[in-house]
């Protein structure tokens, strides 16, 4: 079988708009990994306010209905995605990996950083373009592979917001009346949420990584060409990791995680001044407005997550006591 874009005459148009509804493709991927993402944090979160008469006001956030926000997020984070390109989206992965690996590291012994799994959203869907564009790259079908994964990651948003409708609507009632088998499975496995993202994100992020690796070099036509571009961005990622050591000690909260997204992409932004091309500086506007789009849209979700760590290390710090 020959490929969906052989069909047609091979006209310059037809050609761009290939390469277009592939990037579309990729991005509404993207888009919907970390819809399935903030819906399951969104129901974990929901069932961990609702045990804690402490947080009832973000419970009630939680619960929120939103039918047009999600959406409209999905096709807006997709549209981002699709318009950043693979060279800035594989430095962002990498440099988030780098990050989380310096976070978790800091972590005293039991704990966990469920704030991760938020700060995570916009460098997890560029992560997904990176992984596609690698694997698929050149392959004779790649617009039907590509149809095929975002049906496939669309019908697993649409479900996992269903999920998280159905928490945050019926799970106080279920879970009493013990008769919902959905409510009665949150119930008493509810726990494992962030343990089966965690290790969902691992798999998705070793893999990205190495299509980011694998996609930056190819545009090198020596070792000395690699050795100048590598050089600076070790030490811009080197500095922008001790940067976010002092700022996880001086302070959390949402106000951080922007200055955070701010000081990150103004690294990245003076680096690709100096090793990148001119669409590398758009892109990484780009990617600002993404990483904007993704904390704009879930701060009741950071919130929630800043208060189940502290909870979290606070348990952790009394077992060591």
Known sequence: MLSLGSWLPAWPGLAWGWALLDALLRGLVGACATSVLCSLLRAYLYIQCLNNPA?????????????????????????????????????????????????????????????????????????????????????????????????????????????ALHTCTLYELHSQAQYCGVCMLLLTSGHGVPRLLRRALAVTFVVADLAAIALINRDFLSTAEAVRFWTPLTICYTLLVIYMQEEQQSGTGRQSAYQTVLVRMGGLFILLLTVGRWTDILHIFLSLLGELWCLLRTGVLLEACRQQDFSQQHRATSGLS
Not at 135 to 152: D, S, V
């Open 55 to 163: 947080r009832q006001d973000l419970r009630v956030a939680l619960g929120a209905q939103r039918w047009v926000l999600e959406p409209l997020h999905v096709l807006v984070l997709t549209g981002i995605l699709a318009l950043v390109g693979s060279r800035v989206a594989a430095l962002v992965v990498l440099e988030f990996s780098l990050r989380a690996i310096s976070t978790l590291l800091s972590l005293s012994k039991g704990a966990h950083s469920i704030q991760l799994l938020v700060l995570c959203q916009f460098s997890l869907g560029c992560g997904m373009s990176c992984g596609l564009s690698f694997l698929l790259e050149g392959a004779p079908h790649e617009t039907c592979n590509l149809a095929l994964a975002a049906g496939l990651a669309g019908l697993l948003a649409v479900h996992a917001r269903r999920l």
